[in-house]
């Protein structure tokens, strides 16, 4: 019983360290970086792909979503510490996407970032507990401390410099930190036009990095929001087809990938068995069947009706 009871605390805590912490006044030092060898070049990123093309009988084909290395690379880096210090320079020159995977590697690293101590005091209760939750959770927490094993409280961001972050990101063309920033209460722009013209950009995008960037966006907290009517969004079944969109147009979601490693260890919403994947997480504990095959229904959608199709198609029928 008493097991149970520190269980269920480890986790109340792990889903308030989830949420944003409270705006405070952000560093202006950027940091404290140490050296650490660098490695290969990781590449640059792939150009975004041009707008689909109607071919005869106006039938829309959805180009295939863009690749680009450094989020694969994000996902495989085993040492994110240095994973950084190798996006740095990239970073330093203006590149979006580099500036934007730094951004992901804070918030992901974060948890461990403010107090590397305690979190390994608290990873190792829950991995003295003989219970099925306690080890998927362990599990979460043990990729996190592994991956952030070398950072130290100087590089946990705030809230505010993640903020920063990624809007030096988007303003050097970062689309899924643009559609971060709307997710975390920081849109570039308040106006309604803006923010529906963005999610019809991510939509077009094929991008699964901002597919996932945005969802937080584009569930609950998007709840009678005008901007949003008519589009994917308003309840946690939208916020979760916008993630599966995300996966199948290539989000790692696999049982070790960033997305459920998060869901798992700073939420406190984890598997019961810990190989499954995002979409069997989903159809098999988030959401009853029906609400399953509604939210596949959204997620085609989002995946095979973008706006630009739309438009396209009501431009060749006129």
């Known amino acids: ?10 986790l109340a805590a792990g889903l308030a360290m989830w949420r944003p ?27 975004e792909l041009a707008a689909p093309q109607i071919p005869p009988r106006a039938t829309a084909v959805r180009p295939p979503a863009p690749t680009r290395p450094l989020p694969q690379a994000f996902e495989a880096a085993e040492d994110l510490f240095a994973f950084r210090q190798q996006l740095r320079p990239m970073a330093d020159r203006g590149d979006a996407e580099a500036r ?4 992901r590697v804070d918030e992901y690293c974060a948890p461990f ?3 590397p101590a305690g979190f390994a005091r608290d990873s190792a209760l829950i991995d003295s507990m003989q219970l099925d939750a306690a080890r998927t959770l362990g599990a979460a927490r043990g990729r996190i401390g592994t991956r952030c094993g070398r950072f130290v409280p100087a590089d946990a961001p705030t809230f505010v410099q993640l903020v920063e972050r ?23 722009s308040e106006d309604m036009d803006y923010r529906r013209g963005l999610v019809e950009r991510v939509q077009i995008s094929r991008d699964p990095e901002a597919f996932a960037a945005l969802s937080p966006a584009m ?32 989000l790692d979601c696999s049982s070790g990938g960033a997305l459920m490693t998060q869901y798992c260890a700073n939420g406190g919403i984890c598997a019961r068995d810990a190989r499954q994947d995002f979409s069997s997480f989903v159809r098999d504990a988030a959401v009853p069947r029906q609400g399953a095959e509604a939210i596949d229904r959204m997620k085609k959608t989002l995946v095979e009706d973008a706006p630009e199709s739309r438009h396209l198609l009501e431009m060749v029928m006129r």
């Open 1 to 10: 019983m008493f097991a149970a009871i520190v269980l269920l605390s480890v």
């Open 21 to 47: 912490a409270a705006p405070v006044a952000a560093s202006t030092d950027g940091g404290h970086w140490r050296e650490a060898p660098v490695g290969e070049t990781l590449g640059t990123p792939t150009p």
């Open 100 to 103: 934007w995977m730094l951004s």
């Open 113 to 115: 970032a403010r107090d």
């Open 166 to 188: 990624r809007r030096d990101a988007a303003e050097a063309g970062s689309l899924a930190a643009e559609a971060a920033l709307l997710a975390m209460g920081a849109p570039l």
């Open 219 to 250: 569930g609950v907290a998007a709840s009678g929001d005008v901007a949003l009517a008519d589009t994917v969004a308003g309840t946690q079944a939208s916020e979760f087809a916008w993630q599966l969109a995300a996966c199948d147009l290539g």
